[in-house]
């Protein structure tokens, strides 16, 4: 039976995957990579005054033409203390970085250029143009100007800026809930006191760091037994939790245990598909139970974590109103690989970058989905496409990147 292809099973997912409209107020400390909801407007000028960009002096800059001029200190213009005068012709302010330029001044003569000559005068060394350091009332934006676009995503950078526009929370786009349920009799959480055929459970924690990368709500529903009763007690609570989506690991494969597509379709699953040409990931299976989407993620730890980035970072982009574009890079081969069979495989591979830039990828040797170990070790995914011919070592292939190298 041909597979199903795994752009085609991305474009499945993202069909009917529509951008959430619900917006909330939020506190500029918990804004930070969340999504702008209307466009942000600033509530004053900035600076909001006439502003120096130096320390050194007030001026009118036609009082320092003369070789030899001298000017008279008339006070202080300091950040926060501002200099309620205005200056006339001869007559400067002692200013600092960031304080208010006085009425009548329109340039800044740095310290560097004056020269102290008895406590009240200072000589001109060198004459400064008008407007020179000086930065204009609204210089960087102005009071009732739109500075911060709808869709924006809120990074360092425009974080910063929200708040020196005096904006305390922001509208913001609500994070795409998303339950995540392991399922699985074998599972036990980290720190219990497994049995010997026990196993930790481990991938949803990196599937909720993952969920948290691009931009949702994890809500962590715990383990599931493998029985009826169990999975569909896990379902009511993503049901009752609001979940945009639910994740769930483990079960989605042919074994007599493998329960999950059953129990999600008794209760309304329209499966938009089940298993794709990708290793790892072959079970997986998405749909959706009314307007919760469902995607069920193989059990193997690698498994669901590749899953997670291919196809669940680009569906929490989309129910924020963004496209994610995989970032996949050029590198070249460190080893030879074999002919690849039907799947597009995802290969885990130790990665550097020669001093010409180059990077080199060498996948690693045992590439089983259960070893975790060398996932979590592997800087990026060298992708091969289905029936990639054989490598050799030197060839180009395409990588996705797990971490900045
Ligand atoms: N006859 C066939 N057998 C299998 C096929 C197949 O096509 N025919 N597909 C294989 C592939 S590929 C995969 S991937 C696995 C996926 O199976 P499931 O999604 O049903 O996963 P489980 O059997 O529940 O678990 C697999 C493995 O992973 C461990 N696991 C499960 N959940 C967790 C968790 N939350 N944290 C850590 N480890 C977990 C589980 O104990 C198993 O060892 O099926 C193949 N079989
Ligand atoms: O496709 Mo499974 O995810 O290889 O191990």
């Not at 918990?30 to 466009?39: D, L, M």
């Not at 590749?306 to 970032?327: D, E």
């Not at 060398?374 to 060298?382: I, K, T, W």
Request: proline share 7%; hydrophobic share 50%; net charge negative.
């Amino acid at each position: 039976m041909a597979l199903l292809p795994v752009d085609d099973a991305l474009q499945l997912i993202l069909a009917d995957a529509r951008p959430i409209a619900d917006i909330e107020h939020v506190p500029l400390h918990e804004a930070w990579g969340r999504i702008v909801a209307e466009p942000l407007i600033a509530m004053r000028d900035q600076p909001p005054f006439a502003a120096s960009a130096m320390d050194g002096y007030a001026v009118v800059a036609a009082d320092t033409a003369e070789p030899g001029a001298t000017l008279r200190v008339v006070g202080e213009s300091a950040a926060g203390h501002g200099f309620t005068g205005a200056i006339g012709r001869g007559e400067t302010v002692r200013i600092f970085t960031g304080a208010p330029v006085p009425q009548g001044a329109d340039a800044i003569l740095i310290q560097e250029n004056a020269r102290p000559l008895e406590t009240t005068m200072i000589g001109v060394v060198e004459p400064v143009q008008a407007g020179r350091f000086v930065r204009r009332a609204g210089l960087d934006f102005h009071r009732g100007e739109t500075v911060i676009a709808k869709g924006a995503m809120l990074d360092a950078g425009r974080l910063t800026l929200a708040a020196a526009m005096n904006l305390p929370a922001l509208p913001m786009h609500r994070r795409p809930r998303v339950a995540i349920l392991a399922t699985g009799d074998e599972l036990v959480p980290p720190g219990a006191d497994p049995r010997d055929d026990q196993i930790i459970a481990s991938n949803s924690f990196g599937v909720a760091a993952i969920v948290k990368e691009a931009g949702g709500e994890p809500i962590d529903l715990g383990i599931a037994a493998d029985t009826l009763a169990a999975l569909n007690r896990s379902i009511d609570a993503a049901q009752a939790a609001g979940a945009d989506i639910l994740v769930t690991l483990g079960g989605a494969s042919v074994g007599d245990h493998d329960l999950v597509r059953k129990v999600l379709e008794s209760r309304g699953l329209e499966l938009a598909f089940w298993k794709i040409a990708m290793r790892p990931g072959k079970p997986l299976m998405s749909g959706r139970i009314g307007p919760m989407h469902v995607l069920g993620l193989p059990g193997n730890p690698v498994s669901s974590l590749v899953c997670s980035h291919v196809f669940l970072t680009p569906l929490i982009a989309k129910l924020v109103g963004r496209t994610h574009h995989v970032q996949a890079v050029d590198a070249i081969l460190d080893v030879d690989l074999a002919e690849n069979d039907l799947r597009q495989d995802y290969l885990r591979a130790a990665m550097h970058r020669r001093p010409d830039g180059t990077l080199v990828a060498t996948p690693a040797t045992r590439q089983d989905s259960s070893m975790m170990r060398v996932f979590a070790e592997a800087d990026g995914l060298v992708v091969r496409p289905p029936f990639a011919p054989e490598a050799k070592a030197g060839d180009a292939v395409r990588a996705i990147l797990l971490r900045h190298i």
